[in-house]
C-alpha cells in the first residue's frame, strides 16, 4: 500500500510534467499569449525566437519528468526535479524584474520552485540506491 506521500509526490510530479508539456506546447503555437501568461513582454511583435527556445526547454523538461516517472526512476527524478528548481527560481526573477507584471503571474514560478525542492529531496531519501550503480 502507497503512503500519502508517495501518491502525493507521484500525483505532484504528474501535474508537474504535464503542465511543462502544456505549456511548452502553447509557447509554440500561440506564442503571444504565452508570453502575457509567462509574466513578461518582450516587445517583439512577430519575432518568436525567446518563445519558441522557451516552449523548446518547457517541452522537454516535462517530457523528461514524464518518461522518469512513468518508469519508476523515482531518484532520478528526484535529482532533475533538484537540479531543475534554477529553472522556475530565475523565471520568477525575470518576472519579479518586471514592473509592469501582474501580480498572479509569480505564483506557478514560485509553486514550481517549491515543488522541486520539496518532492525532489522526498525521492532521494525515501528511494534507495540501485546496488547495480553504486560505487
Given at each position: 500500500?502507497?503512503?500519502?506521500?508517495?501518491?502525493?509526490?507521484?500525483?505532484?510530479?504528474?501535474?508537474?510534467?504535464?503542465?511543462?508539456?502544456?505549456?511548452?506546447?502553447?509557447?509554440?503555437?500561440?506564442?503571444?499569449?504565452?508570453?502575457?501568461?509567462?509574466?513578461?513582454?518582450?516587445?517583439?511583435?512577430?519575432?518568436?525566437?525567446?518563445?519558441?527556445?522557451k516552449?523548446?526547454?518547457?517541452?522537454?523538461?516535462?517530457?523528461?519528468?514524464?518518461?522518469l516517472?512513468?518508469?519508476?526512476?523515482?531518484?532520478?527524478?528526484?535529482?532533475?526535479?533538484?537540479c531543475?528548481?534554477?529553472?522556475?527560481?530565475?523565471?520568477?526573477?525575470?518576472?519579479?524584474?518586471?514592473?509592469?507584471?501582474?501580480?498572479?503571474?509569480?505564483?506557478p514560478?514560485?509553486?514550481?520552485?517549491?515543488?522541486?525542492?520539496?518532492?525532489?529531496?522526498?525521492?532521494?531519501?525515501?528511494?534507495?540506491?540501485?546496488?547495480?550503480?553504486?560505487?
Open positions: 500500500m502507497k503512503t500519502i506521500s508517495q501518491k502525493t509526490a507521484w500525483f505532484l510530479s504528474l501535474t508537474t510534467g504535464l503542465l511543462l508539456m502544456f505549456v511548452g506546447i502553447r509557447f509554440f503555437i500561440i506564442p503571444a499569449q504565452a508570453e502575457a501568461a509567462f509574466g513578461i513582454h518582450t516587445g517583439m511583435s512577430g519575432h518568436f525566437e525567446f518563445h519558441f527556445i516552449g523548446a526547454r518547457d517541452f522537454s523538461c516535462g517530457l523528461l519528468t514524464m518518461v516517472l512513468l518508469n519508476k526512476e523515482y531518484r532520478s527524478l528526484g535529482w532533475l526535479m533538484i531543475s528548481a534554477v529553472i522556475p527560481a530565475t523565471d520568477f526573477t525575470v518576472v519579479m524584474s518586471n514592473p509592469l507584471h501582474p501580480s498572479w503571474t509569480i505564483y514560478h514560485l509553486t514550481a520552485v517549491l515543488i522541486c525542492l520539496t518532492v525532489g529531496p522526498y525521492y532521494l531519501y525515501t528511494t534507495k540506491k540501485s546496488l547495480i550503480y553504486a560505487v
